[in-house]
């Protein structure tokens, strides 16, 4: 199983972005996959998540600013922030769990940096 993100870069606050991950290996269908963040001195976070079956859960940036998706025939998952803040900057990773017991699997994407300025 492979994770390839990308779409990160230098956005001003109140702008928008879009992140994707590609996933290779196994189908999207059939995992858990979700996004962290890890800013600087901190530890990595959940940021959004989505089941196999499709459900989706938030926690930050909350459900009003962020989209979490899926597209299984290209078999990426993205993730859409609108109103940017500085404290959404970090590395974002991408993560993949086949076993489906909650959005914390065994395999990372390499990661994609988000800077936000102010």
């Known amino acids: 199983v492979q994770l390839q993100a990308s779409g990160g870069g230098l956005v001003q606050s109140g702008g928008s972005l879009k992140l994707a991950c590609q996933v290779s290996g196994i189908e999207l269908s059939f995992i858990n996959i979700a996004w962290f963040r890890q800013a600087p001195g901190k530890a990595r976070e959940l940021v959004a998540g989505i089941s196999y079956d499709g459900i989706t859960a938030y926690l930050d940036p909350p459900e009003d600013r962020s989209t979490i998706s899926r597209d299984i025939a290209k078999n990426t998952m993205y993730l859409q922030v609108n109103r940017l803040e500085p404290e959404d900057s970090g590395v974002y990773y991408c993560?993949?769990?086949?076993?489906?017991?909650?959005?914390?699997?065994?395999?990372w994407g390499q990661g994609t940096q988000v800077t936000v300025s102010s």
């Open positions: 993560n993949a769990n086949p076993s489906r017991l909650g959005f914390q699997g065994r395999f």
